[in-house]
């Protein structure tokens, strides 16, 4: 029998033994949230899946996305809410066809609609309530085997690692004002957009449709500044970063959230 002194030794450290083999991923520090269960597919991606979207991002790897992308089911995408969200993907659960010690980030950029004619347990893969994850199959063979199908995952939100700063995109008509937020780091996503020209004061903007946000106000011919807040609270505010004499169709790039 080991001596006593020698006994409370080995289970002082214990623990220090178990954290050193285990290898967390490189992301942990930059976590939103814990991990959680939930399904993913994929489908063939062709040059043409790289624009358009629910999100209205567009081109895709013009906007810094890539494939590196995923749509998410209703319970996930929040009307929209969602978009530009990143999200740690793992396989799991299947040593058949994951790929082990393996995971990848990609941003929410589009919605996986629901097939109410299927079960959402028997193909009805993206009905409520289920997490269901559509990758591209780019990314789907970065954790696991294409033959694999639909493969048990755990996901986390993480920070998003942008270059550069937020892009503002204006559109719109007369007194129809658009503007499409992309590009964003930290949480990704923007919940609430407020702009101000050197005619107004601070106006609260509605959610067009994904990250496309509109007021029914005309703009033209003064410098505009915008106010973005985050789901992780956090504000972020551009001053005069679309200037005086700026036109529909182009982007403007401000500042970037801290992380």
Request: with cysteine.
């Amino acid at each position: 029998m080991a001596p006593p002194l020698l006994l409370a030794l080995f289970l002082l450290l214990l623990p220090a033994l178990i954290a050193g083999h285990q290898h967390p991923t490189s992301y942990g520090s930059s976590a939103l949230s814990e991990w959680r269960p939930a399904k993913a597919s994929y489908y063939a991606a062709d040059p043409e899946d790289a624009i358009g979207g629910a999100c209205g991002f567009g081109d895709l790897g013009k906007h810094g996305y890539g494939m590196a992308t995923v749509g998410l089911s209703s319970a996930l995408f929040e009307r929209g809410a969602a978009c530009g969200g990143c999200y740690e993907v793992k396989c799991v659960e299947d040593l058949k066809y994951c790929l082990p010690g393996t995971s990848i980030v990609v941003t929410a950029t589009n919605f996986c609609a629901p097939n109410y004619g299927l079960p959402s347990d028997a193909g009805g893969h993206c009905n409520p309530p289920n997490h269901h994850f559509l990758l591209p199959i780019q990314a789907f063979e970065k954790i696991a085997l294409w033959k694999a199908g639909v493969m048990p995952i755990q996901y986390r939100r993480v920070k998003c690692l942008r270059e550069g700063g937020v892009r503002f995109s204006v559109n719109g008509r007369h007194f129809f004002f658009t503007v499409l937020i992309s590009n964003v780091g930290g949480a990704g996503d923007v919940r609430s957009v407020k702009i101000k020209g050197t005619e107004s004061g601070w106006l609260s903007m509605g959610r067009n449709w994904g990250q496309i946000w509109h007021i029914n106000s005309d703009m033209t011919g003064q410098p505009l500044s915008f106010e973005l807040s985050s789901s992780d609270g956090k504000t972020l505010t551009s001053f005069n970063v679309v200037p005086k004499d700026w036109e529909f169709g182009k982007t403007y790039t401000g500042k970037q959230f801290l992380l």
